[in-house]
C-alpha cells in the first residue's frame, strides 16, 4: 500500500490543478494536472546532462473496518527528462516498469519538446490512466484511489544521490486520496475539497 505520510516541512510540493476519477464500463481512470516548477538546482544539474527521473504511483484499496485496506489495483509510470546539448531539445522517455531499477528500466515512449516548460507540462500530467481493469471494481464497495507524483532520487546517477534525500531543492512529491465514485460518475475535487484527504 502507498503510505500517505506528511511531507518534509521544505520540500517542494507541486499544485494540483486537477484530480479526476472516471468508472465505466472500461475500468477505472485517473487524470492529474500539476504545476510543476523544479528549483534552480534542478534545472541546472538537467543542463549539465544529468538525467532526472519522475514517478507516478497509483492504488486502489478496498476499505475494510474489520481489517486493514485490501489492495485491489496498482500502477505505476517512470519519466525521465533529459537535455539534449547537441539538438537543444528536451526528451522525456516513458517506461511503465514499476519493477526496473536505473538502467533497467524498459521505455515505450520517447518524445521530444523544445522547451523545458513544455517537457514539465508532459510530465506533470496523466490523462485517463487506467489504473483498474474493468471488473476489478464491485457494485455498492467502498473503494480510494491513492496517487503519488515524485521526483524519483533512487534513480539519480550515484554522485547526486549522496545527501539528497535532506535537501529540499532536490525533494518534489505531492499525494492524494480520492473516493471512488459510483459507475459511470466522474470524481473531480479542486484543492480543499473534503473528500478529497492527503
Given at each position: 500500500?502507498?503510505?500517505?505520510?506528511?511531507?518534509?516541512?521544505?520540500?517542494h510540493?507541486?499544485?494540483?490543478?486537477?484530480?479526476?476519477?472516471?468508472?465505466?464500463?472500461d475500468?477505472?481512470?485517473?487524470?492529474?494536472?500539476?504545476?510543476?516548477?523544479?528549483?534552480?538546482?534542478?534545472?541546472?544539474?538537467?543542463?549539465?546532462?544529468?538525467?532526472?527521473?519522475?514517478?507516478?504511483?497509483?492504488?486502489?484499496?478496498?476499505?475494510?473496518?474489520y481489517?486493514?485496506?485490501?489492495?485491489?489495483?496498482?500502477?505505476?509510470?517512470?519519466?525521465?527528462?533529459?537535455?539534449?546539448?547537441?539538438?537543444?531539445?528536451?526528451?522525456?522517455?516513458?517506461?511503465?516498469?514499476?519493477?526496473?531499477?536505473?538502467?533497467?528500466?524498459?521505455?515505450?515512449?520517447?518524445?521530444?519538446?523544445?522547451?523545458?516548460?513544455?517537457?514539465?507540462?508532459?510530465?506533470?500530467?496523466?490523462?485517463?490512466?487506467?489504473?483498474?481493469?474493468?471488473?476489478?471494481?464491485?457494485?455498492?464497495?467502498?473503494?480510494?484511489?491513492?496517487?503519488?507524483?515524485?521526483?524519483?532520487?533512487?534513480?539519480?546517477?550515484?554522485?547526486?544521490?549522496?545527501?539528497?534525500?535532506?535537501?529540499?531543492?532536490?525533494?518534489?512529491?505531492?499525494?492524494?486520496?480520492?473516493?471512488?465514485?459510483?459507475?459511470?460518475?466522474a470524481?473531480?475535487?479542486?484543492?480543499?475539497?473534503?473528500?478529497?484527504?492527503?
Open positions: 500500500m502507498l503510505v500517505l505520510q506528511a511531507l518534509p516541512a521544505l520540500a510540493e507541486p499544485e494540483v490543478l486537477q484530480s479526476r476519477l472516471q468508472r465505466s464500463a475500468g477505472l481512470q485517473l487524470s492529474v494536472r500539476l504545476a510543476l516548477a523544479p528549483s534552480p538546482a534542478v534545472e541546472d544539474a538537467l543542463l549539465k546532462g544529468v538525467p532526472i527521473y519522475f514517478a507516478w504511483q497509483t492504488e486502489v484499496v478496498r476499505e475494510r473496518w481489517w486493514t485496506d485490501k489492495r485491489i489495483s496498482a500502477a505505476a509510470r517512470t519519466l525521465r527528462l533529459a537535455y539534449q546539448p547537441l539538438t537543444r531539445r528536451w526528451r522525456v522517455s516513458l517506461s511503465t516498469d514499476g519493477g526496473a531499477i536505473g538502467t533497467g528500466l524498459q521505455y515505450a515512449l520517447h518524445q521530444n519538446f523544445d522547451s523545458l516548460a513544455d517537457a514539465l507540462s508532459g510530465i506533470s500530467r496523466v490523462v485517463s490512466w487506467q489504473i483498474a481493469e474493468p471488473g476489478r471494481l464491485e457494485e455498492d464497495v467502498r473503494y480510494q484511489a491513492q496517487w503519488r507524483f515524485r521526483l524519483d532520487l533512487s534513480l539519480l546517477p550515484r554522485p547526486f544521490q549522496i545527501g539528497m534525500v535532506n535537501q529540499p531543492d532536490w525533494v518534489i512529491e505531492v499525494q492524494r486520496n480520492l473516493d471512488v465514485p459510483a459507475n459511470n460518475e470524481e473531480a475535487r479542486p484543492e480543499g475539497a473534503t473528500s478529497e484527504t492527503r
